[in-house]
């Protein structure tokens, strides 16, 4: 099993900023990515940005120039993965949730969410 825990969610001004951690335990090995989704009420969940075992990261148009993805090689078997957001606008508000895909795992593995709050 596989537990994810996003934490790092809250308010702020718009053009302000937050640093969202996701740590990850348990059967952590053969990742195959980690990412971060958001959902808002009434929109489906979408992309905002992933990292691949081997590094390579993706981001939505939307928040290109201004999320950064991260993560640390894991340690005392927790694996950690960030997302740096800048410049945050009311847009960005959302439950936003940290994903976890391993090789050969047809089901991803999601964390509970965290909720970000930008006001105008």
């Known amino acids: 099993q596989v537990q994810l825990v996003e934490s790092g969610g809250g308010l702020v001004q718009a053009g302000g900023s937050l640093r969202l951690s996701c740590a990850a335990s348990?059967?952590?090995?053969?990742?195959?990515?980690m990412g971060w989704f958001r959902q808002s009420p009434g929109k489906q969940r979408e992309l905002v940005a992933t990292?691949?075992?081997?590094?390579?990261?993706?981001?939505?148009d939307s928040v290109k120039g201004r999320f950064t993805i991260s993560r640390d090689n894991a340690k005392n078997m927790v694996y950690l993965v960030y997302l740096q957001m800048n410049s945050l606008k009311p847009e960005d508000t959302a439950v936003y949730y940290c994903?976890?895909?391993?090789?050969?795992?047809?089901?991803?593995?999601w964390g509970q969410g965290t909720q970000v709050t930008v006001s105008s």
């Open positions: 994903k976890l895909d391993r090789v050969g795992v047809s089901s991803p593995y």
């Open positions: 348990g059967s952590i090995f053969s990742i195959n990515a």
């Open positions: 990292i691949t075992r081997g590094g390579t990261t993706r981001y939505a």
